[in-house]
Structures are given as C-alpha cells and as structure tokens.
C-alpha cells in the first residue's frame, strides 16, 4: 500500500528536492495535495507531475492563473489560508512541511495537530514557538521527522537512544562565505557575497543566516525543542566540507555521526522512507577522494549572532521568539541593503534587550500566543530600523 502524501511549499527549492524523491518512488507514494505560495505555474506543473488531486495557492490573487495553468488536469484547486488549511486537512499519511517562514507555522501546527507523519522542514515552528507545537503534536500522536540535515544526522546517529543516555548534541556549521574573513572584512560584506553560500544552494534567508551563523543558532533552539536535550548539552563545531551534518556523544564515550554529501534529497528520503530506506539518485560519498575533513571552534566574534542565538536558548521564555522575528527583519533590511551584516546582530540584540526583559520567563503557551509574540517583535525591530538608520 503506498503512502499518502501532501507537500507544502512545493515550489520552494525543498519542495522540489521532494519532488524528486516523491517521483522516483511512484509505488510508494501517491500524492494527495501540493500547497505554495504564489508561483501558480510552478505549482501547476508540480501538481501534474505529481499526480496531486488537489492545489491550493496562498495568494488569492494567483488564483486565477492556477485555475487556468490546471485546466486539463482534473486537478481541484483552491486559494488563501482556507484553502491551505484544507489540503492539510485532506486525508495523508506524511505531510512535508516546506513552507518557509512564519507562513508555515499554522498549516505546520495544523497537520500535527491531526497526527501526521510531518517531515518538518519550516525552522519557525520550532524557533517561533517550539513548545507549544511540540506539545501539540505529542498529544495528537504526531511524528515529527527533521529534514534540516543537522537535526536528520542527528535523529539517524540517536537510533533508540533517549536523551539521557546523550552527553553532547553536535551540530556542524560549514561557516558560510565568510568562514575566513576578518571581522572588519565581513564588516563590509556585499550581499552578492553573501548570497555566495559555499556548499548549499538555498533560498536568500537561510543563506544570509548562514553566512551570519544565526541559521546554526537557530537550530540549536530547533535541537532543544525536537530532541528535548537542555542548552548546555548543544554544541556547534564548524566544518568547512559540511559532509558531517550532525554528531551525537554517548555516556559510554562513543559518537556516532551522520554523514553524506550536501544534498537535501539525502535527509528528504530518510523523512519520507521512515523507518525503512528508500533509494536517492544523489552522488555518493567518496571519502577517500575529499581527502580531509576538518573541524574548528566556531567564532564568536566574528559570528556574533551565534552568541545571541545561544544566549537567547538559555534566557528561555519568549527570547528565542523574539530573536527570530527580529532576525528575519533585520536579514530584509539587509537584503534591501538598509544594513551591513553586522547590523543584522546589532538589531536582533537590541530588539530582544528591549523586550525579552519585560516578558513572562515561561514560553508562549500557544502558537497563537508565539505567533502574536513574533508579529510584536517584528514591529519593534522595524521602529529600532527606523531609530538608527547607521547601524553597521
Ligand atoms: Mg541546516
């Protein structure tokens, strides 16, 4: 019997590894419905070649276009929040949550909330409000599956260990463009450098983040709140070839590691095959021809946002909320090039002084509760924009 399955964010880039992996497993899966955002020809074509009885597309306005880019096809369409909160709803064994961003956050909470299989690859369920939806989805019986490499090397290197059992939780970073660079360089960094990811093509977000290091301080909160470990058992090791995404340390003093070459098919098939294997198309590891693989201490100085990142995790309560939100406001204004890249920690560190202070030490007990959090912190991060229009 194959396995049904719904993708949200199928027009993103994870989307398409999905695609990928889904199509050459046609005896496998079948695919229910496919969700994006805006792009109503990329989500046609997604939906056909998927064989998907059903399309919704976030942008009512887009609409339109999906309907005629569907004609043919048979294949049922809808528009806005509705119509994505239905293709979650609608009957599935795996959901794979690919909605970046806050978007992703309620259809992500829905379809846990109904019990999927949820191959979760939206950081912002776990970094926005991670308490609340893990809780969620335990109750409802839900199986949350990381996509992210690091936390997939890391469930894969776990096997049935249970956190007790785990001395140490390494993350590897491969330190982003800017690995080498002196402060005062990456001071002055473009954005075309540091859209120039090393290793993974990905959307400008994440690769911002992680030519800042924010996207590893992110997925240590994402790490607390999917493997339920504390702060002071996470670490980051930097690893310029990212080929081992994750490492776990036993009591007994074994590691074990998750390694394979920097494809996120990889982690994709290990989500949607689980428990069992289910074969990728991707380049094999050949060690012997990478020759070395090498490790070091990641840079606080230079990477600040890592720090905040950390400091936010151990502050606990609403702090890792209030850092993403100021975060993704901070990565826009660099984008728009309102801001260097030291300006994105400088922001983010004003903006969670200026709240997190103020705010109850337990999390948002909800996602509601998270979500309306984030949308305060994004407001106070674009006051803090417009208050110092130098920060660098
Ligand atoms: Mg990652």
Known sequence: MSAVVTVLGATGSLGRSAADVLAAHPDRFRVEAVVGG????ALAAAARALGARFAAIADPNAHDALRAALAGSGIASGSGESAVLE????PAD???AGIAGTAGVRPTHAAVSLGRIVALANKECLVCAGHAFMRDA???????????????????ALGRHEAAEVERMILTASGGPFRTWTRERIATATLQEALAHPNWSMGAKVTIDSATLMNKGLELVEAHHLFGVPVEVLGVVVHAQSIVHGLVSFCDGSVVAGLANPDMRVPLAH?????DRIATPVKRL????????????PDLDRFPALRLAQASLAAGGGAPTILNAANEIAVEAFLQGRIGLFGIPALVERVVERMHGRNDPSPPASVEEALAL???ARARAREELLAVNSLH
């Open 38 to 41: 805006r792009d109503a020809p």
């Open 87 to 90: 293709a979650v709803a609608r």
């Open 94 to 96: 795996i959901v794979v």
């Open 138 to 156: 335990a109750s409802a019986g839900a199986t949350v599956l990381p996509v992210d490499s690091e936390h997939n090397a890391i469930l894969q």
């Open 271 to 275: 989500c949607l095959g689980f428990p």
């Open 286 to 297: 050949d060690l012997a021809a990478i020759g070395r693989l090498d490790f070091e201490e």
């Open 374 to 376: 984030d949308a305060e």
